[in-house]
């Protein structure tokens, strides 16, 4: 597979993109989809600007999107063509492909292990202490000024 350049790509980009054409780059690229999206998006967001005219709103944004655009599409390009010559892009890969870390192989073990003890708990008996039983729940009964009165339970409550 021929060595594409990246002085090539973002050249394309920058000089089309003073023009308005922004993706040439990413198309040389050999990003397909980034390229084809740099162009219709720009163009999108051009006609919304030319929209916003009327409302003097596009006097800050039609340029800000413009400067953008110049910016972004050249990094992306230049990424791009990174990525073809390394030949990570030319790979076809179905199915999982990737074997995970040793510590991301720990977390999901620990996590595996928590979900199976929550499990455990959340469909476990009741275990009620014996300090909440219903003799010695506290009664929401207030003093005369205003507090809860002191050593109340629902078994001297029952009493009263």
């Known amino acids: 597979m021929p060595?594409?350049?990246?002085?090539?790509?973002?050249?394309?980009?920058?000089?089309?993109?003073?023009?308005?054409?922004?993706?040439?780059?990413?198309?040389?690229?050999?990003?397909?989809?980034?390229?084809?999206?740099?162009?219709?998006?720009?163009?999108?967001?051009?006609?919304?600007?030319?929209?916003?005219?009327?409302?003097?709103?596009?006097?800050v944004t039609m340029p800000m999107t413009w400067i953008a655009y110049l910016v972004m599409g050249p990094l992306l390009a230049a990424r791009g063509v990174e990525r073809h010559n390394s030949g990570a892009g030319t790979h076809v890969m179905i199915g999982p492909s990737f074997r995970p870390s040793s510590r991301e192989f720990r977390w999901r073990r620990d996590c595996s292990a928590f979900a199976e003890r929550f499990h455990d708990w959340a469909t476990g008996p009741c275990m009620v202490p014996s300090c909440m039983t219903k003799s010695t729940l506290p009664v929401a009964s207030m003093s005369s000024k205003?507090?809860?009165?002191?050593?109340?339970?629902?078994?001297?409550?029952d009493t009263d």
């Open 146 to 157: 205003g507090l809860p009165a002191p050593g109340r339970t629902v078994a001297d409550h």
């Open 3 to 59: 060595q594409k350049s990246a002085g090539v790509a973002v050249a394309l980009e920058l000089v089309l993109g003073l023009f308005g054409v922004f993706g040439v780059g990413n198309l040389y690229a050999g990003r397909t989809g980034a390229g084809v999206a740099l162009m219709l998006s720009f163009w999108g967001l051009f006609w919304v600007n030319f929209l916003l005219i009327f409302v003097f709103i596009a006097i």
